[in-house]
């Protein structure tokens, strides 16, 4: 089995800075990329930024020049700058993971991430 747990979310200041963290743990082979997803209330699902091992980050529009993704072996961050209150979501990481056998897509619970004055 694999496990996904993200940290890192809280109340934060707009224009402030938060990094989340998603470590991977369990049967892990190899892991093709990582994923983080936003969602706010009454919203659809946002993917917010990827990276695939061996290539560039990706960034939605959106949080262009303030979000940075990186990965460091199973973990995977999302340094989070000069945020703004529609950035309030629940971020959720996905990664695909290989246990040796098979690919699989696997998600953590998410965390809460609040920019409020």
């Known amino acids: 089995q694999v496990h996904l747990v993200e940290s890192g979310g809280g109340l934060v200041q707009p224009g402030g800075s938060l990094r989340l963290s998603c470590a991977a743990s369990g049967s892990i082979f190899s892991i093709a990329g990582m994923r983080w997803y936003r969602q706010a209330p009454g919203k659809q699902r946002e993917l917010v930024a990827y990276?695939?091992?061996?290539?560039s980050p990706n960034y939605a529009d959106s949080v262009k020049g303030r979000f940075a993704i990186s990965r460091d072996k199973n973990t995977a961050y999302l340094q989070m700058n000069s945020l703004k209150p529609e950035d309030t979501a629940v971020y959720c990481c996905s990664a695909r993971i290989s246990n040796g056998v098979q690919w699989d897509d696997y998600w953590g619970q998410g965390t809460q991430v609040t920019v409020s004055s």
């Open positions: 990276i695939i091992s061996g290539g």
